[in-house]
């Protein structure tokens, strides 16, 4: 059983930053592509950003480029999303995923992600 927690969400006014953490158990995490998703109240979940399980390839929603970069540390089973300039739209519920193993495909389509974290709220201030 995998299991993935989420840290790092909270309150932060419009244009501050956050870092969000994702922590992975078990000992295959390397051989996997990651993602982290986000769902607003009323809205689908979304793809955020995404990334391969070398680290290589990394895929972001355009409403993120630029502003959030994703990356993963192997040794300790984490990947992380840091969050720049943050506007009002990006709050939401922030959720990691498990993707596709040994593979870049699919990292843009949530049909990949089987196991999916508790989730981390961001909220964000105009």
């Known amino acids: 059983q995998v299991q993935l927690v989420e840290s790092g969400g909270g309150l932060v006014q419009a244009g501050g930053s956050l870092r969000l953490s994702c922590a992975a158990s078990?000992?295959?995490?390397?051989?996997?592509?990651m993602g982290w998703f986000r769902q607003a109240p009323g809205k689908e979940r979304e793809l955020v950003a995404s990334?391969?399980?070398?680290?290589?390839?990394?895929k972001y929603a355009d409403s993120v480029k630029g502003r959030f970069t994703i990356s993963r540390d192997n040794a300790k089973n984490t990947v992380y999303l840091q969050m720049n300039s943050l506007k009002p739209e990006d709050a939401a519920v922030y959720y990691c995923?498990?993707?596709?193993?040994?593979?870049?495909?699919?990292?843009?389509?949530?049909?990949?992600?089987?196991?999916w974290g508790q989730g981390t709220q961001v909220t964000v201030s105009s």
């Open positions: 078990g000992r295959t995490f390397s051989r996997y592509a």
């Open positions: 990334i391969s399980w070398t680290g290589s390839t990394t």
């Open positions: 995923a498990r993707g596709l193993l040994l593979s870049s495909a699919g990292l843009g389509d949530i049909r990949s992600y089987d196991y």
